[in-house]
């Protein structure tokens, strides 16, 4: 099953990645899953920005992982 689906679909675990993208759409209350795996991908890559169409999506996603990064609207 991809990854996207299943995340879309749980919302709790924390392995593998989907199950945490799943869990961090349900505390941030937010639903786009593609966002999630970006903001989750920006916490394992410290120092780095995040490009987004959606700034404030990502804004709230990277508020619930107690992150900060440069937000980059493409």
Known sequence: MPALIV???RR???RPLSRRAGELLGAAGTADVLDALVALVAQDRP????LTS???N????LQALNIHRTIRVV
């Open 7 to 9: 995340a879309q679909a």
């Open 12 to 14: 709790g675990g924390r």
């Open 47 to 50: 120092g780095h920005d995040v």
């Open 54 to 56: 959606d700034p404030g």
């Open 58 to 61: 990502i804004h709230r996603l």
